[in-house]
Nanobody, 122 residues
Framework: QVQLVESGGGSVQPGGSLKLSCAASGSTFSNYHRAWFRQAPGKERVFVAAVTWNGRLTYYADSVKGRFTISRDNAKNTVYLQMNNLGPEDAAVYYC???????????????WGQGTQVTVSS
């Protein structure tokens, strides 16, 4: 059974940092492009960041550029999202995704994780 499992979410104060992880199991995802999305209460799920299968290209939503960094470790079948200088607008459930096509921002991904909650408050 193919699974994507996110971890690393939690509560942080404004200006703080978190690092999310998304581990894949049940299949080899080294050939899949990977992405992060987020969904705040009452809002649509939106794109955050994406990385190509080999890690050579990354793409970010304007709202997180310069603050978030996506990376991957294919040996561990894991993708990461380092989030710095978090603000209340970053609070959401964060989802990872895997896709065989490189269309940054597309929601047409092959696999989705169950999400991890990020809360930003003082």
């Amino acid at each position: 059974q193919v699974q994507l499992v996110e971890s690393g979410g939690g509560s942080v104060q404004p200006g703080g940092s978190l690092k999310l992880s998304c581990a894949a199991s049940g299949s080899t995802f080294s050939n899949y492009h990977r992405a992060w999305f987020r969904q705040a209460p009452g809002k649509e799920r939106v794109f955050v960041a994406a990385v190509t299968w080999n890690g050579r290209l990354t793409y970010y939503a304007d709202s997180v550029k310069g603050r978030f960094t996506i990376s991957r470790d294919n040996a561990k079948n894991t993708v990461y999202l380092q989030m710095n200088n978090l603000g209340p607008e970053d609070a959401a459930v964060y989802y990872c995704a895997a896709s065989t096509i490189w269309v940054p921002g597309t929601k047409s991904n092959n696999y989705w994780g169950q999400g991890t909650q990020v809360t930003v408050s003082s």
